[in-house]
Antibody, heavy 118, light 105 residues
Framework: QVHLVQSGAEVKKPGASVKVSCKASGYTFIIYDIHWVRQAPGQRHEWMGWINAGNGNTKYSQKFQDRVTFTRDTSSTTAYMELDNLTSEDTAVYFCVRPQSGGWFDPWGQGTLVTVSS | IVLTQSPATLSLSPGERATLSCRAS??????LAWYQQRPGQAPRLLIYDASTRATGVPARFSGSGSGTDFTLTISSLEPEDFAIYYCQQRTNWYTFGQGTKLEIK
């Protein structure tokens, strides 16, 4: 069974960076992309981009491309999302998701709450 | 592409039929999915390609539509169905609707 398990909640100060991990299991890690989606309080889900777990190529949403970095470690089947220069507007739950064969998001990680507060 | 869901809140009783709507600002063909999200949980894929049920999703959930207008129907509500439902398109990158909260009347 496919599982994505994310790292725990984080509290950061404005201007800091955060790095969230997503440990994948139950499938061949390098075959599928990993996407990142966030949901701020009262806001729509926002797609942030993806990483090709096989070759490490990335695609970032225009909104985040200047301050987000996706990486992966194939030996530990873990993907990472690092977001820089945090502001209070980055307070959100961050999800990693693996697209199914048809391209839709299934399954999702359990989510990681990132709180940005001075 | 902007997805607009209606209504924002739907108040129904168990056993009733629920009809949720999602309208796209331009055609997404059939590339629309529906997710269910309970408080504190990740979204769960219910329907993709407008009308295909995901693995393990009960038959009471059905999707229809194409182009710009889509509908999620729950034929007879079970207690566990009361949650928030989101639509998502993947024709032009990925965007989500703002959600419909299905609450117990």
């Amino acid at each position: 069974q496919v599982h994505l398990v994310q790292s725990g909640a984080e509290v950061k100060k404005p201007g800091a960076s955060v790095k969230v991990s997503c440990k994948a299991s139950g499938y061949t890690f390098i075959i599928y992309d990993i996407h990142w989606v966030r949901q701020a309080p009262g806001q729509r889900h926002e797609w942030m981009g993806w990483i090709n777990a096989g070759n490490g190529n990335t695609k970032y949403s225009q909104k985040f491309q200047d301050r987000v970095t996706f990486t992966r470690d194939t030996s530990s089947t873990t993907a990472y999302m690092e977001l820089d220069n945090l502001t209070s507007e980055d307070t959100a739950v961050y999800f990693c998701v693996r697209p199914q064969s048809g391209g839709w998001f299934d399954p999702w990680g359990q989510g990681t709450l990132v709180t940005v507060s001075s | 592409i902007v997805l607009t869901q209606s209504p924002a809140t739907l108040s129904l009783s168990p056993g009733e039929r629920a009809t949720l709507s999602c309208r796209a600002s331009q055609s997404v063909y059939i590339y629309l999915a529906w997710y269910q999200q309970r408080p504190g949980q990740a979204p769960r894929l219910l329907i993709y390609d407008a009308s295909t049920r995901a693995t393990g999703v009960p038959a009471r959930f059905s999707g229809s539509g194409s182009g710009t207008d889509f509908t999620l129907t729950i034929s007879s509500l079970e207690p566990e169905d009361f949650a928030i439902y989101y639509c998502q398109q993947r024709t032009n990158w990925y965007t989500f609707g703002q959600g419909t909260k299905l609450e117990i009347k």
